[in-house]
Every structure is written in C-alpha cells, then in structure tokens.
C-alpha cells in the first residue's frame, strides 16, 4: 500500500536548461540595468573631469596646422566646447557672439574654443560657419561619438572647463549675449 | 563603288544605332523613389523612432539631399549607407548592425520565445499526464476487496 501510494516521479527541465534560462535573464536584467542607469545619469556633471577625445577639424578650421584635436592636449587652457548644428536655428542666435568672444580672448593664448558639428551634412556646416565668420577650431562630431561621451540633450549646449580639464559650468540653450560668455570664461581665467 | 559605298552607309547607321543607347543613358538625376528607397533604411538623427523618408526636419532634408547628391556621383546604396553609419554612428540604422553587442537585439527575441514555448509545452505535458495517486488508490482498493472476497469465499466453504 505504501509503495503503491508514493508520490510519483516528476520530469522536471534539465539542470543545464535551468542554467542557461537563468543565466540569459541576469544577462538581460543586467543589460536594462546598465542602460537605465546611463539614461539616469544624464548630462557629465559639473566638477567632473572630462574624458579624453579627439575632434577631427574641417579642412580650413584646423588648430596649430593639425586636423584633429586632442582634448588631453588642451590641458592648461580653458576650454570652450560648443556643440552646435547648422539645421539648428537656436544656435544661430549665438554664433557671432561666440566668435566675438573667440576674438577677444584668442590673443591672451588661454582660451580654446572647439566647435562640434552634431549630426550635420558638411556643405550646410560649412556655409554656417561662412555665414557667421566662425574661425574658431571646427569639426564633425563623426560617428556622434563625443555628443553621446557628453551626453548632450539638444543642440546648442556648451561647456566650460576649467585649465585642469574640470567641467565648471554648461549651458543649455544659446547665449544671449557676449557678456554672458565673458563672465565664465574669465571666472576660470581668474583661478 | 556603290556597293562600297552602301556598305559604308550600313556601317554609319550600324554605328550610330550602337551609340544611341549610350546616349539614352547619359548621367540623369536620381528620383525621389531612388532616394526615399535609401532614406527609409535610415531614421531621423533628431527626433525618436522617425524614418528619414518622412521626416519633415532640417536636418532630414540636408540628409535626403546628401542622398540624392551621392547617388548622382555613382555611389551605391551600400556605400551611402556606410557612409552615415561613420559619420552618425549605428544608432542612425533602421535596424541593428548584426555584430558585437547589437547581437542581443536579434538573439534574445527569439530565445524569450523559444523558453516560452517550452515552459508551455511542459505545462500541457503535466496537464495531460494521467494522475498517478487515483489509479493507484482504486486499485489497492479493487485488490483489498479481491482479498476480502477470496477469504469470505474460503470461510464459507469450511463451514459447509
């Protein structure tokens, strides 16, 4: 009776399919979360240091005669980055006040500004930058892959970094004036 | 000689019968269908989940322009393709890229699926699988009263 009541005997799933089943789901919740939580960090903070990159320049708008330029090679200078498109019409808004304020402190050989063309068609940007008297180093951000280490949110967004390669301070939108960009330039200058 | 010359006339008209296709396909401007056939593969840098065929920004026209002038220099669709995934990056395809980490984007549908249709499988396997505990029960019974009867059988006998 004892035997004939035992219970009977379960065909449960393989221990390697159970293995791999769940191996797949950590692999997958770890990839979400991995991709969450670089949405979440949103824009490189202020106070932190920047990675290093390199901006090939549009022939015509090198830096010391070479097409590319090497962030880790500013080091020592301000920095200003501008990440602008020529479809953008906000970016319009500040273009000759970037200029202006590239003319101003290009003498004092302290300052740098950088250009970043984003998602742009070369012929448009360079009419652009014809258009506004751009001569500041200019280039494609090509393969997005500087927007996407800044993690930029729209065009036009600019960033100030400091002599030691700290991010100090990041605007969003256009400048409305010439003054507005003098006041953090010389707030690192001043340090 | 006019022999000569009417075969001289043939030849002309040979000729120029061979040259007229050529003509006929001079460089033309490519059409609207040649270039949204490319735009469709790719999808808009600026907005969300919007193809480049039909996407009213900037931006897309500077892009369906850029087609259009590729095309017109004789680059096929590959190249013009490859040419915006090195300036634009991957993210620009319609579809991922089939290598390194774009990979899960293909395998892990049909895995997800695979895993479902086998826990289904086993449920209904368990579902039509006959019950163990009751058959067994009737049985032991059935027997208990085989049991029972031979041994009322056998008493019954020795008392006659």
Known sequence: MAETMSSPVRRSVPIWAQVLIWSALVVLLMVIGIVLNRRSEGNIQVGNRIPDFTLPLFSGYESNDQSEIRFSDLRGKVVVINFWASWCKPCELEAADLQAAWEYYRPTGQVIFLGVNYVDTEPEARLYLQKFGITYPNGPDLGTRISQLFRISGVPETYFVDKNGVLRYVRVGPFTSLEEIQRQVDLLLAE | ?160
């Open chain 2, 1 to 160: 000689m006019m022999r000569l010359m009417r075969l001289s006339w043939l030849i002309l008209l040979l000729a120029a019968l061979a040259v007229r296709p050529a003509w006929a396909q001079g460089p033309r401007p490519p059409t609207d269908d040649e270039v949204n056939a490319i735009a469709r593969k790719l999808y808009c840098p600026v907005c969300e989940n919007t193809p480049l065929d039909v996407c009213p920004t900037q931006a897309c026209a500077q892009w369906r322009s850029l087609i259009r002038q590729m095309l017109a220099e004789g680059k096929t669709e590959q190249e013009i393709v490859q040419y915006f995934v090195d300036n634009y990056g991957a993210r620009v395809l319609n579809e991922p890229p089939r290598q390194g980490f774009h990979w899960l984007a293909y395998l892990v549908p049909p895995l997800a699926i695979l895993v479902g249709v086998a826990i289904v499988v086993q449920a209904f396997r368990a579902m039509k699988r006959p019950g163990p505990a009751a058959p067994t029960a009737r049985s032991d019974q059935e027997a208990l009263l085989d049991e029972y009867l031979l041994r009322l059988e056998e008493e019954l006998r020795r008392q006659r």
